[in-house]
């Protein structure tokens, strides 16, 4: 009886990716270079519109977002809700939309260190770029548990457009921001993850 095994059988595919080892990696190279540029709009640096938005012939790669108007203010159609540490002045997140029924947050989670505290101003934007005063008119925030998240993890106290954050217990919950006009709620925002680490 013969001992040698028969020659392993060599598809087309293999014949083809032996005799160019550059294709496949090429192609993997192509791919991640798209998927990492679909990402860039999301995840990518500088969110900020360029110096010459106010150009209405040029095209932004922004999206619209729904008309949100509060005691007669209408905020910003792109980026119009930031929150900012108020000891370094780091934008900690920002929303963002695709679309008028799409939005998210950029650059949460909210992380607060355990058996600390962490304070951030909520920065609402109008359409011409102007700060939006909270608690000095009728315009005022909210911060609840969202539905379904654990509650006892952070302590929230909310002063105008100031939020203080008291760290409860070691876990992670989500909030939702919810912009009040004379005590109506007008707006809220997705889910906020916040953790205490």
Known sequence: MDSRQPPHSISTHERNSRQQPGVRRRA?????????????GCLGGDDA???????????????EGPRIELNGITLASAFPIRFVDVETD??????????????HWHGVPLRIPADSSKTIDILLTDENGDRVPVGETDITVDLPV???????????????????????????TELVLQLLNDGEI??????VPVVVE
Do not use: C, K
Not at 28 to 40: C, E, H, I, P, R
Not at 91 to 96: I, M, P, R, S
Not at 157 to 170: G, K, L, N, Q, Y
């Open 146 to 172: 969202a539905e379904d998240s654990p509650r006892g993890v952070v302590a929230i106290d909310i002063e105008d457009d100031r939020v203080t954050f008291t760290a409860e217990s070691r876990a992670t």
């Open 90 to 103: 780091e934008v900690l997140g920002d929303l963002h939309y695709h679309g008028e029924t799409f939005s």
């Open 49 to 63: 519109p360029p110096d010459d938005a106010d150009d209405e012939s040029e095209e932004t790669d922004v999206d």
């Open 186 to 191: 007008q707006y809220e925002t997705p889910d």
């Open 28 to 40: 993997f190279v192509a791919g991640l270079t798209m998927s990492s540029l679909v990402l860039a």
